[in-house]
């Protein structure tokens, strides 16, 4: 079992986004499956209207037509850019609530789908929170079984980078005695003091499993140790913790 187990319960490990023309689709990806918990779709333009073409009795380019034409070609790049700017002012601020969804839930990644200028926005407004990868197209009518299967190999390799940088951070900071534990007998004994703050091991280990029950307990997280992660945790005893002090 890869990702966080913060015990029985199944955790929300990352978001999944998928922007069309449409509006904005949210998932919550768990455990290699994905749940839709928001869609939004794009409002109309407020003084939306209703643009024409020449029509059939002056045809773009007969006489008389070429200065309405260019009028005409005129109004529609005119409204054509307001429903671009209209479509980032609405992720821009769907994603600030995005980010309230992700910090709530924990999520340790998002990934977009879609059209990359409107997923800058929500990496510009969520990417200090969590990572932000852009990727794919063509996902808003996948079902959710399809979805998680478009995303995993990216959410797979954001986790395990993610879970790496947190392991050799812990191990920089146990090496200079800071908040950091390595190896079972450390970690038991901080966890014991409900110290640590976040736990990763192979949780298949029942003395392991022992040491994440009571992170949980004491309101901690725990992470199962990737397989693109064990070889450095071997090298550090098997398990490691970030403590609260």
Partial sequence: MDGIVATRK?????????LS???MRVAEWVSGRT????????????????LRGPTASHP??????SGSGARSGRQRDLHD???ERHRHAFVRAAADELRGVADRRQWQAIVVLGDHRLAADVGEVVGDLVPVVETGHGAQWLSPTDLAEAVRPEIERVL????RALVEHIRDEALAGGRGALGADDCRTTAAEGR???LVGDTTQPLIQDVADWVVHQGGRVEH???EVRPLLDELGGVCALLRW
Wanted: aromatic share 2%.
């Fill in 81 to 83: 850019r307001k429903v």
């Fill in 21 to 23: 023309g449409e509006g």
């Fill in 196 to 198: 640590v703050d976040v």
């Fill in 160 to 163: 395990a980078e993610r879970q």
């Fill in 225 to 227: 140790a990737r397989d």
């Fill in 35 to 50: 749940e839709d918990v928001l869609v939004l779709d794009f409002p109309p333009l407020p003084d939306a209207k209703e």
């Fill in 60 to 65: 773009r380019g007969s006489v008389g037509s």
């Fill in 10 to 18: 199944e955790t929300p490990l990352a978001g999944v986004v998928v």
